[in-house]
């Protein structure tokens, strides 16, 4: 009912963005990593509701974790958050964890940080 974390962040230190095709979701997270921890985080999205909801669960599950730690949220971190989503919805999470992972991915290429295994 309250999303949170809903706004561009222009000097953000890296940027993931996915879409989904089939519903013609999309979404943006940008990120903020102060060392080695996501100190601030927002995204910017274009989707329905569940869409909504999950970047806003998504953003706040991964605020203050490390980049390890944020790599291994997975969907179900996401539907468990929301106390759950109905079936025909539950892709809406993967949109979120994918984007993170890809803005993720974008901070370690740009800073030239591996991912290790447990982290993928």
Do not use: W
């Amino acid at each position: 009912m309250c999303p949170q974390n809903a706004r561009d962040m222009p000097d953000a230190d890296a940027e993931g963005s996915v879409g989904d095709p089939e519903c013609g979701d999309t979404l943006t997270f940008y990120l903020k990593v102060t060392d080695g921890v996501i100190s601030d985080i927002s995204y910017l999205v274009f989707g329905c509701c569940a869409a909504i909801a999950t970047s806003s669960a998504t953003s706040v599950l991964a605020k203050g974790k490390t980049i390890k730690e944020a790599m291994k949220i997975t969907e179900d971190d996401v539907v468990n958050a929301l106390d759950g989503l109905p079936e025909s919805k539950v892709h809406c999470s993967l949109l979120g964890v994918s984007a993170l992972r890809c803005a993720l991915k974008n901070y370690c290429s740009k800073n030239n940080i591996e991912l290790t295994e447990g982290a993928k």
